[in-house]
T-cell receptor, first 117, second 119 residues
């Protein structure tokens, strides 16, 4: 158990709908990351938050948005869902920001498997 | 260009034997970190080992060791004495240490190597 929790574990919805994925980082971790794992795109970084502020953006679609709340939990909102959005969505957390040559391991949650029908 | 390349999509290994998983990377940043993660069929991502670009010695963690060849930009994972529970997908990932704030601390993953340990 990494200490990172994600809910729900599974989500099945229809095209055009909107869903919210929730992540609680490990106690004390300030950084939260979202990744998408799909068969055709592999594991891709979506977005990072650090202590409530957006830190970095990756290949995140405009239909997707995220935020990190004062209690450090994070939510990933996916809207106007398409079949291609079906994937395993991971949240990861780390203590802080990696400085030069620092370890700063990212701990992954169990993921939310999203199926869009 | 691919930043992380894992050329072996899948491989078999006999139980109790060692196996080497290849990973090459591409970066112009002098500061970076290399990670290996294991993903069993249950789906979770399990951290295995880390190598920093300035580390003088190859990283080791139990049965896992990293063969880090900086000049060749390779960071191969060696699993010794394979066990049935080692059957999984293995991902190599890199975190670049760019000073640009927008770079963040994202991990860039390779395509993975599926390992099946035979009894």
């Amino acid at each position: 158990d990494s200490g990172v929790t994600q809910t729900p574990k599974h989500l099945i919805t229809a095209t055009g709908q909107r869903v919210t994925l929730r992540c609680s980082p490990r106690s004390g971790d300030l950084s939260v990351y979202w990744y998408q794992q799909s068969l055709d795109q592999g594991l891709q970084f979506l977005i990072q938050y650090y202590n409530g502020e957006e830190r970095a953006k990756g290949n995140i679609l405009e239909r997707f948005s995220a935020q990190q709340f004062p209690d450090l939990h994070s939510e990933l909102n996916l809207s106007s869902l398409e079949l291609g959005d079906s994937a395993l969505y991971f949240c990861a957390s780390s203590v802080a920001l990696a400085s030069q040559n620092s370890y700063n391991e990212q701990f992954f949650g169990p993921g939310t498997r999203l199926t869009v029908l | 260009a691919q930043k992380i390349t894992q050329t072996q999509p899948g491989m078999f290994v006999q139980e109790k034997e060692a196996v080497t998983l290849d990973c090459t990377y591409d970066t112009s940043d002098p500061s970076y970190g290399l990670f290996w993660y294991k993903q069993p069929s249950s789906g979770e991502m399990i951290f295995l080992i880390y190598q920093g670009s300035y580390d003088q010695q190859n990283a080791t963690e139990g049965r896992y060791s990293l063969n880090f060849q900086k000049a060749r930009k390779s960071a191969n994972l060696v699993i010794s004495a394979s066990q049935l529970g080692d059957s999984a997908m293995y991902f190599c990932a890199m975190r670049e240490g760019s000073k640009r704030r927008a770079a963040g601390n994202k991990l860039t993953f390779g395509g993975g190597t599926r390992v099946l340990v035979k009894p």
